[in-house]
């Protein structure tokens, strides 16, 4: 089982190191975007676009992943980006938060 998780997550994992830069380059959001990124996970993608735009909110529901992003984005010093826990099916957010967003989900196993 072990064996088959690895395998899933490489070819489907949001960061797979093969697709995340089609990702990137597909979203491309302006400078000036307040940006969304449901079920942020750990933060492979809004890490990746954060220095491209004014602000980044990152939303997942679960808090582990949410703390693995924040550690993440400490580490390049991304101000503009904030971890938010929460309901992609219920956002947590007034309508006009984001001027563009995301939902990218990929698999990653649980640890």
């Given at each position: 089982m072990a064996a088959r998780r690895g395998r899933l997550r490489r070819r489907s994992g949001v960061g797979?190191?093969?697709l995340l830069p089609a990702r990137v380059e597909l979203l491309a959001p302006a400078p000036s975007a307040r940006a969304l990124d449901v079920a942020a996970g750990p933060g492979t993608l809004a890490i990746r676009l954060a220095p491209a735009v004014r602000e980044l909110v990152a939303l997942d529901f679960s808090e582990r992943m949410q703390a693995e992003l924040e550690r993440a984005a400490s580490a390049p010093g991304l101000v503009n980006l904030r971890a938010v826990v929460g309901d992609g099916q219920n956002l947590p957010f007034a309508d006009e938060l984001a001027t563009t967003a995301w939902l990218a989900?990929?698999?990653?196993?649980?640890?």
């Open positions: 797979d190191g093969a989900v990929g698999y990653k196993p649980a640890t």
